[in-house]
């Protein structure tokens, strides 16, 4: 699926959900929607299915030219979009992260899901934090993290 862009009004910021794959074929979606940036932007990665090399290359020659003289955030980032964001500084810019999403399992039956950290409720400010447990609503048991969470998290740190 092509990566695809729509806008929504949020208070004085503009805020683009972003649906698809960000791949070689992104650059022409992304350089077309630079021109429709307001000054306050939230991109929103919810509905981003995968990011692949050539992908990742078109988001940081975006994100780099997006970012500049505009406030930029990330809401809602899955973890393949964190997991960008840890392996690539750049992949951010000087973008805020408002939100991310970590993938958990139930070790009692096997259920999984996303958990959202979110700025201000429960995303970690370092790292290192002690996290709330995770309850899973199929059976009550503890979930756990699918990734190591200082690692998950390390992006918290730069």
């Not at 070689?24 to 990011?51: A, C, H, M, W, Y």
């Amino acid at each position: 699926m092509a990566l695809v862009f729509q806008f929504e009004a949020a208070g004085e910021w503009q805020r683009c959900y972003l649906s698809g794959v960000i791949n070689e074929d992104s650059e022409v979606t992304l350089g077309s929607l630079l021109s429709q940036l307001q000054p306050k932007v939230v991109f929103n990665f919810r509905r981003v299915d995968s990011i692949n090399s050539c992908g990742v290359r078109a988001w940081i020659t975006f994100i780099r030219q997006a970012a500049t003289g505009r406030e930029v955030a990330f809401e809602e980032c899955t973890p393949e979009v964190v997991s960008q964001i840890n392996m690539i500084p750049n992949f951010r810019a000087n973008s805020r992260v408002l939100s991310v999403y970590a993938s958990y399992t139930c070790g009692q039956c096997n259920h999984q899901r996303n958990e959202l950290f979110q700025d201000g409720r429960n995303l970690p400010k370092s790292i290192g934090t002690q996290l709330e447990p995770v309850k899973c609503e199929k059976c009550g048991g503890v979930m756990e993290m699918d990734e190591i969470e200082d690692e998950f998290f390390a992006w918290v740190a730069a």
